[in-house]
């Protein structure tokens, strides 16, 4: 999981955006709101709709590798995410910097669970259970991370030697860490144990990958041909598997010896 890379939304869809969010904020009462955006997102959201078209293709570009999941970096990319869910907040239902590029596997379980963190690191959840009250969240930092706006490299860091889980980096804040764990946990990232086995298989897809272009650079393969293997390694999945080995070469030999051999690799 790492954080979305940044792609231009048309300005025609932005407004078509903004139009349908002015039709929910309309609305006399937040529970109406509520309602309203769910009916409406379900009315929008179609493969013959122009904007959520855009919308989705954009979302696409912002998506490591080819179109991957934006958090398990796995499964196709075919839901459009609400960060902040809907249900809860139907005054972003349909606010651009509110939308990600999820898989089922993801987005399903995510749901509507949410939380919101104070700053001395009290974690509330405030998901709305099918028979209570309708009514507003409390004000609050969210304790997911947000992939639009933050790296989650800042606050996690992956076991490239034993296990493949992802753990909560040393030294954070109490707070810091809260909203770490929460996001692995609501998002089952070590909870997965295809997730686990995919990025150790990731690992040795990029080590054998980073191998063979040393191989062919050292035998003086033309740069067009080498540029071609840089662009297949770099589409491989689990983006963060390839990050993490840059990020933790110093520390592991086998790693060390391949990235002193081709320190270029650390650009990629």
């Known amino acids: 999981m790492i954080k979305l890379r940044s792609a231009r939304l048309p300005s025609t869809v932005k407004q078509q955006l903004a139009s349908y969010q002015r039709q929910i904020d309309a609305l006399p009462s937040y529970v109406a709101r509520v309602y309203a955006a769910k009916d409406k997102f379900e009315q929008y959201n179609k493969p013959n709709n122009s904007t959520f078209k855009q919308v989705r293709q954009t979302l696409e570009k912002m998506c490591a590798g080819i179109r991957h999941c934006c958090y398990c970096e796995d499964s196709v990319a075919d839901e459009v995410e609400h960060i902040y869910p809907k249900d809860l907040y139907p ?35 405030i998901a709305r259970s099918r028979n ?10 969210a304790a997911l991370l947000n992939p639009r706006t933050e790296d989650a490299f800042d606050f996690l ?3 490239l030697v034993n296990t493949f889980y992802f753990h909560v980096i040393d030294g954070l804040s109490l707070k810091d860490a809260q909203r770490a764990k929460y996001t692995l946990d609501i998002l089952r990232l070590n909870k997965r144990d295809y997730l686990v086995k995919r990025r150790r298989r990731a ?35 689990h983006p963060t598997v390839w990050r993490e080995m840059k990020r933790q070469y110093q520390d592991i030999p086998e790693l060390k010896a391949l990235f002193d051999n081709a320190p270029e690799a650390l650009q990629w």
Not at 132 to 141: A, E, L, Q, R
Not at 205 to 232: C, F, G, T, V
């Open 157 to 159: 860091e992956l076991d």
């Open 132 to 141: 209570d009250p309708v009514t507003p969240p409390p004000k609050g930092k």
């Open 203 to 237: 690992y040795q897809s990029y080590r054998n990958d980073l191998e063979a272009y040393i191989q062919h650079r050292d035998n003086h393969e033309s740069p067009q041909l080498l540029k071609i293997r840089i662009a297949q390694l770099r589409m491989l999945g």
């Open 91 to 125: 005054e972003k239902v349909f606010v651009w910097s509110n939308y990600a590029y999820a898989c089922g596997q993801c987005n399903g379980p995510k749901g509507n669970h949410f939380a919101l963190i104070s700053p001395k690191g009290v974690l509330t959840d």
